[in-house]
């Protein structure tokens, strides 16, 4: 790919630069780290895709012709375990993965279609597609080693992001939104079991459900996850997570709170879990969501989760 280093999103910099040198060194670095990669896996780069904010991602060919995905992610110690879930996924409700390189963060990946939420499907079929999805990625194997292997509490590492990053940020949302989703914190860190959680995604929203090309073992929905954090928690908060966006559907309601438990009840029928749990999962996401993009100096994005989170107390 010519001139990859201009093809770089703006939001991918943003995340890079923000890691300090090793994210300028990453950044100075990646068009030699492709060029080897698609030498190394005998593919070709032909032009780069937006959407992500952690990885280069680049929609590429084998010297057959067949599409596939290059993926070279930021060197973010911070970030899950997306080499080894996939892995062990084997392409079951996760997008299959052909090579990978982990000491250098490089994933080549199946080619996929459009997100879920670019093929105009209602909410509630979207809803529905990704607790079927989460069905099938809750059953792939956790890591058997290392740091990612321990069950984790997410709440007690949400409580503290939220935290922080409201006092660091001068205090962008209300203080009830603040409270509201602390108390949350407590009820979720309170009710964490480590004996009932399973291999969840971590950010199972629609924009990282993809449909695959072609029909396949493991994609039986037509879609899979990309993108994985892949750790050990409550199930219940992938499923808090598919609820924590649609933020214009729920702007743009005379009732936001009303067709927000109504999805809220379209995720616990579909998933077995309690509406409240979903609830609490959805509304700490959502408040966190926006502190972090805020964090990222992306203040647009933020702006809909702050306004969404005041209009669901």
């Known amino acids: 790919m010519e001139d990859l280093e201009s093809h770089i999103p703006p939001a991918v ?58 993926k070279v992610s930021v060197p973010d110690p911070d970030l899950g375990d997306e080499i080894g879930t996939l892995d062990r996924a084997r392409g079951r409700g996760y997008v299959r993965l052909l090579a990978h390189d982990t000491s250098r963060r490089a994933m080549l990946l199946e080619a996929l279609g459009p997100a879920l939420d670019r093929v105009n499907l209602p909410p509630v079929r979207q809803l529905e597609v990704i607790c079927r999805l989460l069905a099938t990625a809750w059953m792939v194997p956790p890591a058997a080693s290392g740091r990612m292997a321990a069950p984790r509490d997410k709440a007690v590492d949400l409580d503290r992001l939220v935290r ?20 949350f914190a407590r009820r979720r860190s309170d009710a964490f079991d480590p004996a009932r959680t399973v291999l969840v995604h971590g950010d199972a929203a629609a924009a990282n459900v993809l449909g695959v090309l072609s029909a396949r073992p493991g994609a039986e929905t037509g879609f899979v996850f990309v993108d994985p954090d892949g750790f050990r928690g409550d199930p219940a908060y992938d499923v808090g997570v598919a609820l924590r966006d649609w933020c214009p559907e729920l702007l743009a309601s005379d009732d936001p709170r009303g067709l927000a438990w109504h999805y809220c009840h379209v995720l616990a029928v579909n998933s077995g879990f309690d509406e409240q749990s979903v609830w609490e999962w959805a509304f700490l996401e959502r408040v966190s969501t926006g502190l972090y993009a805020l964090a990222m100096g992306a203040a647009e994005q933020s702006r809909p989760f702050f306004e969404t989170a005041e209009a669901l107390l």
Do not use: K, N
């Open 13 to 70: 910099r943003l995340r890079a630069a923000s890691l300090g040198d090793d994210g300028h060194r990453w950044l100075a670095g990646l068009p030699d780290l492709v060029t080897d990669l698609e030498a190394r896996w005998s593919v070709r780069v032909e032009r780069s895709l937006s959407g992500g904010t952690a990885a280069f991602v680049g929609a590429a060919r084998t010297v057959d012709g067949t599409p596939v995905i290059l």
């Open 164 to 183: 922080r990053l409201w006092d660091e940020l001068d205090e962008p949302c209300s203080p009830s939104v603040l409270e509201q989703a602390l108390i």
